[in-house]
């Protein structure tokens, strides 16, 4: 190398770098001011919103979302969908209640779980990578079949007498109910691996333009099944997160949950295009979804717009993604 | 000399088509091994052979002398093998330095990416190619098409390697660059690199190549050293014949004008641009990759209408936004890009001769098969299309041949004026001849055409005009008489002075 | 038309077997699959989702897909309830209304994917929460019921000894098969999902066919809507759930690759019946409706993997 290509290599001077993380961030930025601005004006007009115990529900509540949104997140960068992510939970929560009422430790009801999530998932990815099913449609079916497999199984009965030590998101860290810790620590590792792991940069290449990332040397069907498994972890992680939130698991399958998973990683920035965004952006987002459906309570705005709000937040950003594009590209 | 690379009686064929019969082929260290052949010989398989993309169904490639099987593109640049596309095979939201890196990114101790050390070789990488105007951290998306080569040749020269391939490394380049690249190749054989050269262009491969291969329909013809050939001795073994006159437009009576373009300005790059042309002419338009003529044609044709200036068909002013007003007016253009734009390659012939006149084969909207069937036929015989009938698939015909059915669907529509884009690219010296002729013969009949192109020889061969752009801007016109090989060429790359026309 | 022959005659007759073995199977197994009374029982059943079938397969070989037929039912239904009980509009200008609003939602998602370019999964995944978030707004969860009883012929009568409903989706179905074959219209469809770049550059009006289609499908749904709330004389809010995966397995099974481009009205009416026969063996058999959702969802995999087998994903 020469002695100027090196002095040329030497990092880039303050504003140059602001510049570039603004450009790159640039999502998630408006997606935390938005979080700001809304809890200051909701609180304004009703300052409970703002009160501990419902701080507490938006944040650690809805944690699991924020934990499911990361392994969605890495789906659609990679250019896939899962719209069974919501039926998976369900299964694997209504699993570990099982488990847990049947006398086995807790840590085997708390890692059983996860290992079907990464499971499932990854026969999912192959569908996908090796039988060149597309994505949706592997994951359409893969809903009705674990959601009607679940209530076949259970007959919808609930589980209750939950043993106490099971109730892991119930503990607390430092005074911070654990799903929140969960949300934040997974995200971190994660987009830290994301950005300096080969491995997550293959993500990227695969999702925004397989034939390249294949003559590149990457492996992009082993890729892809990587992918889903990682993600079946994640929906392992927050179905835990989830089942464990009250004494009880209903053997039913939340409504509206892969939607919810699917929006916060959109709005968090993930284009739906794949190829872009990051996981901070879609943590950042399922907790703006869960203080607008809180902010929608204090407001007294019925909860029935909840879903019509949904798909409105999703629509906007898309919209919005697909104007970015046609500038850049 | 010995090979580093060596292809022996190679056979591959796909869905029955046979790409390649026992050819074989080396390259050794420190040569330049050019690779000629009309586009149908089997030169892309053949190198993606080399590449690891494909297995051959017969024959061995050894490597060093030992016999090798790339399993996948990663086996072969394992052994130091490194291609450069004709397509560009780039990620647009990635930088230039994650870009050329991608798959054999340097690594810290810990393990992970080594961002700064990436930047720093990516940076020394494009200075050798002499862009010190690239900048690392841009986003490959909003780079042009010459520097996203760029990038793509920096990729292929971080891996280090034994042997380069490079596909129409050229296509893109202005004439500066091209020697830059030249000289790039040249440093690489004398570092002992084997270079194998795929190239059209025969001043390139006389400038550059140690050896040259000729291929054709799947077969080697010949393997020879460059001071054993001329250009055209290779021209015949490329054809099989030797070709004399290879452009035969006649003199014709000039019409009215039939298209007349002011001022004329789109979204894409085209800046106020003016010119006619007249029935019967034929207006060539010269200019490098990216210098907007596609643009223009677009723009003119409504795929991305103007946003200044006025259009006139005949005389009168109109409004064109989009292909149905363009095809209603009078207008056809035959696109670039026949496999993704001019055809619809699942389908059959019929259905693709008839695509831009539907609603004249069909009454109230119900379409008549007889009438479909009919025009395809006239089209078959009157275009020479070899095919086993209007029910075979566009796909399965060779690249004249599909050429010859999108001319027979926008002749279909009986225009008055008719915009070809690369009008012969890809397709045999024969067929080419026969698109020419028809293109006289066109001219003759009253027709005013449009043609864009990038082959100098054949704007200078069948134009009566000679218009030539750069950057989107009109910087040259010349009649027949005064337009040569170095005037246009010059021209091609001369910059544009703001407001002229 | 018929793209390539052999092979489009080959899967249909393959599915054709299918229908005829998958009848005989059930028949041996209970007595009560092959009356006539249960068979035009199903033919009611299927009704709802054979219309939404029949302009899906239309979306689906634009190379679209739209999973919010489900929720632009459920719309639909509520709107017809809230119009005739809360409005006071008459019943029959309430069921236009309606239906016309469906087809509003339709186009919604036509404009959404041609003008801003939305992929059409994304759209009307947004658009399937969008819409059962209006049905269940505006519903407030309460169900309507007490409907006069001529609404209840559409869903429940009968003309010459078949469903009024049946007799419905027939000459729909006639109509959409001479649409999707005969007509400028449908060769549209079809080069718009083939090479949609080349349609364009061809002069064919490639938006204007999506906004059909998609709108289409907007009035299917309401139509099924309409057949829906008299066949079970009410109307919910969560009507339609899952609509989308009945019909797009139907389209599927039926031949018509995801990918776009080829398809035909017959190959959907097959995987129609299928479905419809495995859905009614599987309750004759005693398996609850949770389980048969479990085999639909199974099939939809099964049926692309095996035709991705035998290689026919893609435009070549």
């Given at each position: 190398m020469s002695e100027s290509s090196l002095a040329r290599a030497r990092p880039l001077r303050a504003p140059a770098r602001l510049a570039r993380a603004f450009e790159a961030y640039g999502q998630e930025l408006v997606v935390l001011g938005a979080l700001v601005v809304l809890m200051a004006v909701v609180g304004a007009v009703n300052p409970r919103y703002l009160s501990d115990t419902n701080l507490v529900s938006i944040f650690a509540g809805n944690a699991y979302i924020a934990v499911a949104a990361i392994g969605m997140s890495l789906v659609i960068i990679s250019g896939n969908i899962d719209v069974s992510v919501g039926s998976l939970i369900g299964v694997l929560g209504t699993i570990a209640g099982t488990l847990a009422v049947g006398g086995h430790s807790r840590w085997v009801a708390w890692l059983v779980p996860i290992a079907a999530g990464v499971a499932v998932n990854a026969v999912l990815g192959a569908l996908v990578a090796y039988a060149r099913i597309p994505s949706i449609v592997v994951t359409l079916g893969a809903m009705s079949i674990l959601r009607g497999g679940l209530i076949s199984a259970t007959s919808g009965a609930w589980i209750s007498d939950l043993p106490g030590d099971f109730l892991i998101a119930q503990k607390r860290f430092l005074g911070v109910p654990s799903p929140f810790w969960f949300a934040a620590v997974l995200t971190v590792i994660v987009a830290i691996w994301m950005r300096h792991g080969a491995f997550g940069r293959s993500i990227y290449a695969v999702g925004g333009n397989a034939d390249a990332a294949r003559a590149a040397g990457i492996r992009t069907k082993e890729t892809i099944v990587a992918v889903f498994a990682i993600h079946g972890f994640f929906a392992g992680v927050a179905a835990i997160l989830f089942c464990t939130q009250l004494q009880v698991i209903q053997s039913t399958v939340p409504p509206n949950l892969e939607l919810n998973v699917i929006t916060a990683s959109v709005i968090g920035g993930v284009s739906i295009l794949g190829g872009t965004g990051t996981v901070v952006g879609s943590t950042l987002a399922a907790l703006l979804f869960a203080a607008i459906a809180s902010a929608l309570i204090f407001l007294d705005i019925s909860a029935y717009w909840l879903r019509a709000v949904l798909g409105l937040m999703i629509l906007a950003t898309v919209l919005a993604d697909m104007a970015r594009r046609r500038r850049t590209i | 000399m010995p090979s580093v690379v060596e292809l022996s009686d190679i056979t591959k064929s796909f869905e029955g088509v046979t790409a390649l019969k026992g050819v074989s082929f080396d390259v050794r260290e420190g040569e330049v091994h050019a690779l000629l052949g009309e586009n149908g010989a089997g030169k892309s398989t053949l190198i993606r052979i080399i590449a690891g993309s494909h297995l051959p169904d017969a024959g061995v490639l050894r490597v060093s002398g030992e016999p090798v099987r790339f399993g996948s593109p990663r086996d072969a640049r394992r052994r130091g093998i490194a291609t450069i596309y004709q397509e560009l095979l780039l990620f647009p939201e990635l930088t230039v330095a994650e870009n050329?890196?991608?798959?054999?990114?340097?690594?810290?101790?810990?393990?992970?990416?080594?961002?700064?050390?990436?930047?720093?070789?990516?940076?020394?990488?494009?200075?050798?190619?002499?862009?010190?105007?690239?900048?690392?951290?841009?986003?490959?998306?909003?780079?042009?098409?010459?520097?996203?080569?760029?990038?793509?040749?920096?990729?292929?020269?971080?891996?280090?390697?034994?042997?380069?391939?490079?596909?129409?490394?050229?296509?893109?380049?202005?004439?500066?660059?091209?020697?830059?690249?030249?000289?790039?190749?040249?440093?690489?054989?004398?570092?002992?690199?084997?270079?194998?050269?795929?190239?059209?262009?025969?001043?390139?491969?006389?400038?550059?190549?140690?050896?040259?291969?000729?291929?054709?329909?799947?077969?080697?013809?010949?393997?020879?050293?460059?001071?054993?050939?001329?250009?055209?001795?290779?021209?015949?073994?490329?054809?099989?014949?030797?070709v004399d006159q290879l452009f035969p437009k006649g003199q014709t009576e000039l019409g009215r004008t039939m298209l007349e373009v002011r001022g004329l300005s789109s979204r894409d790059g085209v800046r106020d641009v003016s010119f006619s042309v007249k029935a019967g002419e034929i207006l060539g338009i010269a200019g490098l990759v990216g210098s907007g003529r596609t643009e223009l044609a677009l723009a003119i044709f409504g795929i991305a209408p103007a946003t200044a200036g006025e259009i006139l068909v005949d005389g009168k002013p109109v409004r064109i936004d989009g292909p149905r007003r363009a095809r209603d007016l009078g207008i056809a253009y035959v696109p670039e890009d026949r496999g993704q734009q001019g055809l619809v390659r699942s389908h059959t012939i019929r259905e693709n001769v008839t695509l831009a006149v539907l609603d004249r084969v069909a009454r109230a909207g119900i379409l008549d098969r007889a009438e479909e069937t009919r025009r395809a036929r006239e089209a078959i015989e009157r275009f020479r299309i070899r095919a086993r009938g209007p029910e075979q698939l566009a796909r399965q015909l060779s690249g004249g041949n599909q050429q010859k059915v999108v001319l027979a669907k926008w002749l279909g529509a009986e225009p008055r004026i008719l915009i070809l884009d690369e009008p012969t690219r890809g397709i045999d010296v024969g067929a080419k001849a026969e698109v020419h002729a028809l293109m006289s013969d066109l001219a003759r009949q009253g027709l005013a055409i449009v043609m864009i192109s990038s082959e100098l020889p054949e704007v200078l061969g069948m134009s009566d005009r000679v218009l030539v752009m750069n950057r989107g801007r009109l910087v040259g016109e010349f009649d027949r008489a005064h337009a040569t090989a170095d005037a246009v060429g010059a021209a091609m790359t001369r910059a544009p002075r703001e407001g002229a026309a | 038309m018929r793209l390539d022959a052999r092979t489009l005659l080959r899967h249909e007759t393959v599915l054709a077997a299918l229908v005829v073995v998958t009848f005989v199977v059930l028949a041996n197994q209970s007595d009560r699959f092959f009356t006539a009374a249960n068979l035009l029982n199903q033919g009611r059943f299927m009704a709802e989702v054979g219309l939404v079938a029949l302009t899906m397969t239309f979306v689906i070989v634009t190379g679209g897909i739209d999973l919010s037929v489900g929720s632009i039912l459920g719309f639909a239904a509520i709107l017809v309830g809230v119009l005739w009980k809360k409005a006071g509009l008459p019943l029959p200008v309430a069921m236009g209304l309606a239906v016309g609003a469906a087809g509003v939602a339709g186009l919604t998602n036509g404009l959404i994917i041609t003008r801003f370019k939305v992929p059409p999964l994304i759209a009307t995944l947004a658009t399937l929460a969008l819409f059962r978030g209006l049905a269940e707004g505006i519903s407030e969860s309460r169900s309507v019921r007490g409907y006069p009883e001529w609404f209840y012929t559409l869903g429940q009568g009968e003309a010459a000894g078949v469903p009024v409903q049946v007799w419905v989706l027939a000459g729909a179905a006639l109509v959409a098969a001479f649409v999707l074959e005969r007509t400028t219209f449908g060769r549209a469809t079809y080069v718009t999902g083939a090479s949609e770049t080349a349609a364009r550059f061809s002069g064919v009006a490639v938006d204007r066919t999506k906004l059909l289609v998609y709108t289409a499908s907007g009035l299917a749904a309401g139509l099924a809507a309409v057949i829906l709330v008299s066949r079970v004389s009410t109307t919910r809010s969560d009507m339609g759930t899952g609509l989308e995966l009945d019909v797009i397995t139907a389209v599927v099974l039926g031949g018509t690759s995801i990918f776009g481009g080829k398809g035909t009205i017959a190959g959907t009416l097959l995987g129609l019946v299928l479905i419809q026969a495995l859905r009614n063996g599987l309750a004759l058999a005693g398996v609850k409706g949770d389980g048969t959702i479990v085999v639909i969802g199974a099939v939809l995999i099964l049926t692309i993997l095996v035709s991705n087998l035998f290689g026919r994903g893609g435009d070549g």
């Open positions: - | 050329v890196f991608l798959g054999n990114a340097p690594r810290t101790r810990l393990g992970s990416l080594d961002w700064a050390a990436m930047r720093a070789r990516a940076r020394a990488l494009l200075d050798s190619l002499d862009s010190p105007d690239l900048s690392v951290d841009a986003k490959v998306g909003g780079l042009s098409v010459a520097n996203r080569q760029r990038v793509e040749i920096a990729k292929a020269l971080s891996q280090d390697p034994r042997v380069l391939v490079m596909d129409e490394p050229t296509a893109s380049l202005a004439q500066a660059d091209v020697d830059r690249l030249l000289a790039v190749v040249r440093r690489l054989r004398e570092r002992g690199v084997a270079v194998v050269y795929v190239s059209h262009r025969l001043a390139e491969v006389f400038a550059i190549a140690d050896r040259v291969t000729v291929l054709r329909d799947g077969a080697a013809v010949g393997t020879r050293a460059i001071s054993e050939v001329t250009e055209a001795s290779l021209v015949s073994m490329m054809v099989g014949r030797p | -």
